[in-house]
């Protein structure tokens, strides 16, 4: 029987977790570990922030919910995908309209993407599906003609490029999974890598229930993410 996965788990990884549980950091996002991981993996991915979250479908709900889109707004999905790409936006209240796939990437077939585009577009979210990027910049150039937004779900994709570019820093929003059959694994989580301050200060806002100054004042409808 060949396995889905088999995680590659080192003694530096279980040091480092020891490191981490004397240090007590046991939950949330105080301490040092989450943090130095974000500026990592976000560098790593060729962007300038990283927001660590409980996992890949919260991220893309995340994302999705930061961008604020009206009610029936629709946004353009890789339809070989897992569900939790479209289930974020359904919990939004968007529609997902699903793009077929090239015969040989199983990818978003890109040809087909113009004519799927209506005045409620929003978005666009490509999927790099078994780690095979999109052509992303064929697919950034059709954003930028129709003044759209690009999420990628980078799932399963972390460290692929695209003419030497990473994935994960062509969109606004882009969403890793760090589950256990993934390229990299915290067990459970996800992270979510920007170019966008102000949207990364809206994503760290949103994951911790929106808490304010004074800490139990909200102006909106946080996440436990």
């Known amino acids: 029987m060949i396995p889905v996965f088999e995680p590659s788990i080192e003694e530096s990884d ?12 046991i939950s949330g ?14 560098h790593y991915s060729d962007c300038e922030y990283g927001v660590a979250v409980s996992s890949g479908s919260t991220a893309l709900h995340m994302v999705i919910t930061a961008l604020a889109y009206e009610k ?22 968007l529609r997902t309209i699903p793009v077929d796939s090239e015969p040989d990437t199983w990818n978003m077939n890109l040809d087909l993407v113009e004519g799927l585009i209506t005045p409620k577009t929003k978005a666009i979210m490509p999927v790099h599906i078994y780690g095979h990027p999109v052509q992303m910049e064929e697919l950034k150039a059709i954003a ?17 490029t695209v003419n030497g570019k990473k994935v994960g820093s062509f969109g606004i929003g882009n969403c890793f999974s760090l589950y256990a059959n993934k390229l990299i694994t915290s067990g459970e989580g996800g992270i979510i890598t920007t ?14 229930l929106a808490f304010t100054k004074p800490r139990f004042y909200h102006e909106k409808a946080g996440f436990n993410f």
């Open 144 to 160: 930028q003609k129709y003044s759209l937004d690009i999420i990628e779900d980078c799932a399963e994709a972390h460290g692929a």
């Open 29 to 42: 996002t105080f301490g040092e570990s989450i943090p130095k991981f974000e500026e990592a993996f976000a």
């Open 72 to 93: 029936d707004s629709e946004v353009l999905v890789s339809s070989n995908t897992n569900i939790a790409s479209a289930l974020a936006m359904h919990h939004n209240n």
């Open 195 to 208: 170019n966008d301050k102000s949207f990364y200060e809206e994503l760290r806002l949103l994951r911790n």
């Open 14 to 25: 279980i040091q480092a977790v020891v490191e981490t549980l004397r240090r007590g950091e």
